[in-house]
């Protein structure tokens, strides 16, 4: 993670998703019935895209996030 206050936000989307979030052994470990498997969440700081790498890891094993990102704009025929 950049910082700790990314770490809180991925905290928060994964408990709005109903899943568990611990720690464990130093980092944080989340897990949810649709997950394929269980996530470790560092705390610790890291390059600038690793919010995003993280959000799209936990997505890749079935966490339901939602897309943050803003819908994409139609072009004109």
């Known amino acids: 993670m950049s910082s ?4 809180k936000e991925i905290f928060a989307l994964l408990r709005a998703a ?3 979030v611990v720690p ?3 980092h944080w470990k989340a897990t949810h019935p ?3 498997r269980p996530v470790w969440i560092e705390t610790s ?5 690793s919010k995003q790498n993280k959000i799209a890891e936990l997505r890749r094993y079935g966490f339901p996030i939602p897309d943050s990102r803003p819908p ?6």
Do not use: H, I
């Open 4 to 7: 700790k206050k990314d770490a």
């Open 18 to 20: 109903k899943a568990r």
């Open 24 to 26: 464990s052994n130093g």
């Open 34 to 36: 649709a997950a394929s």
């Open 45 to 49: 700081p890291g390059d600038c895209r």
């Open 72 to 77: 994409k704009k139609k072009k004109k025929a």
